[in-house]
């Protein structure tokens, strides 16, 4: 490769790298829950209003743009959504370690209790990164006895059909697991 090539590939590193935020970069996280909690989207203002994108719904509380309102708002959504569809098992809800996620999750978690919804969270109120949830989900429904399985998880179907006939299946060697003779 060419040198100008190279340079146009290397990382740009930013000068604050390795050293202390300036403090006029810094967020007074008092202001900003007070703000969460107390300032009211003008819904007739586009910038204010619950808007999604690739990992949900961004903004700020010192823009109206992310505080209580929207929260309680998305909740309420979902928990009429799952209420429409017979949705009946329970919610996982995990936080991260932005300033306003504990109090999403709190406005979150009155809306879910008065509309009923069971609620799963890390014990001891832990953060949650993305795939812990989707992991929990999976175990969840891995271990969910299903009335299409005759009222067993898949993993105790899987068992079952293997003592049956074990000729229709074989043993992954990597993982000792059972998997379709295919």
Same mark, same amino acid.
């Given at each position: 490769?060419?040198?100008?090539?190279l340079? @146009?590939l290397?990382t740009?590193? @930013? *000068?604050? =790298?390795g050293? +202390?935020a *300036?403090?006029a970069s810094?967020?007074? $996280?008092a202001k900003?829950v007070?703000a969460?909690?107390?300032? $009211?989207p003008?819904p007739a203002?586009?910038?204010?209003r619950?808007?999604?994108g690739?990992?949900?719904? &961004?903004? @700020?509380a010192f823009e &109206?743009?992310?505080n209580?309102?929207?929260v309680?708002?998305?909740?309420q959504a979902?928990c009429?959504? &799952?209420k429409?569809?017979?949705?009946?098992?329970?919610l996982?809800?995990?936080?991260?370690?932005?300033?306003? @996620?504990?109090p999403a999750r709190?406005s979150?978690l009155e809306? /879910? =209790? =008065?509309?009923?919804v069971? $609620?799963?969270?890390?014990q001891?109120d832990?953060?949650t *990164?993305?795939?812990?949830?989707s992991h929990?989900? /999976?175990?969840y429904n891995?271990?969910?006895?299903l009335?299409?399985? &005759?009222g067993l998880? +898949?993993?105790?179907? $899987?068992?079952a059909q293997?003592?049956?006939?074990p000729?229709?299946?074989?043993?992954? *060697?990597?993982?000792?697991?059972?998997?379709?003779y295919?």
């Amino acid at each position: 490769m060419h040198e100008h090539q190279l340079s @146009s590939l290397q990382t740009r590193i @930013s *000068p604050l =790298a390795g050293k +202390p935020a *300036p403090p006029a970069s810094l967020v007074n $996280v008092a202001k900003l829950v007070t703000a969460y909690y107390a300032e $009211v989207p003008d819904p007739a203002v586009a910038a204010q209003r619950v808007a999604f994108g690739t990992s949900g719904h &961004r903004g @700020s509380a010192f823009e &109206r743009s992310f505080n209580e309102f929207h929260v309680l708002a998305i909740t309420q959504a979902i928990c009429q959504y &799952r209420k429409a569809h017979h949705i009946q098992g329970p919610l996982f809800l995990g936080i991260d370690t932005h300033a306003l @996620s504990e109090p999403a999750r709190a406005s979150a978690l009155e809306v /879910l =209790a =008065a509309n009923g919804v069971d $609620v799963m969270l890390a014990q001891g109120d832990e953060y949650t *990164p993305t795939p812990a949830i989707s992991h929990a989900i /999976l175990a969840y429904n891995h271990a969910k006895r299903l009335k299409t399985l &005759r009222g067993l998880t +898949p993993h105790e179907f $899987v068992c079952a059909q293997w003592q049956k006939d074990p000729t229709i299946f074989t043993r992954d *060697p990597t993982h000792l697991t059972l998997g379709l003779y295919i």
